[in-house]
Nanobody, 115 residues
């Protein structure tokens, strides 16, 4: 079992920056990939960015060049730095941890980008 707690988020103006962090506890040594997903009202939950234990990253096309995912394995924490934010980035952002195909989710944190 893994417990994930997100922090960060809130209201930011378009063009601004926001950082999210997610602290994992529990069976953290078994975590393979950590990721951020987001879900806007009325839409499905989509992958924003992911990072493997080895540091390989993957990004949604819409955030490439603007968002950066990083991971502090010693602190069992994953970060998402979001720059040049757009109103369409508004969503609830969820932290995800994968343990050999089993997904664990945080409670989500709201990011609202005003135009």
């Amino acid at each position: 079992q893994v417990h994930l707690v997100e922090s960060g988020g809130g209201l930011v103006q378009a063009g601004g920056s926001q950082g999210l962090s997610c602290a994992a506890s529990g069976a953290t040594s078994s975590i393979t990939t950590m990721a951020w997903y987001r879900q806007a009202p009325g839409k499905q939950r989509d992958l924003v960015a992911s990072i493997t234990r080895g540091g390989m990253t993957k990004y949604a096309l819409s955030v490439i060049g603007r968002f950066t995912i990083s991971r502090d394995s010693a602190k069992n924490t994953v970060f998402l730095q979001m720059n040049s934010l757009k109103p369409e980035d508004t969503a609830v952002y969820y932290c995800n941890a994968d343990i050999w195909g089993n997904s664990y989710w945080g409670q989500g944190t709201q990011v609202t980008v005003s135009s």
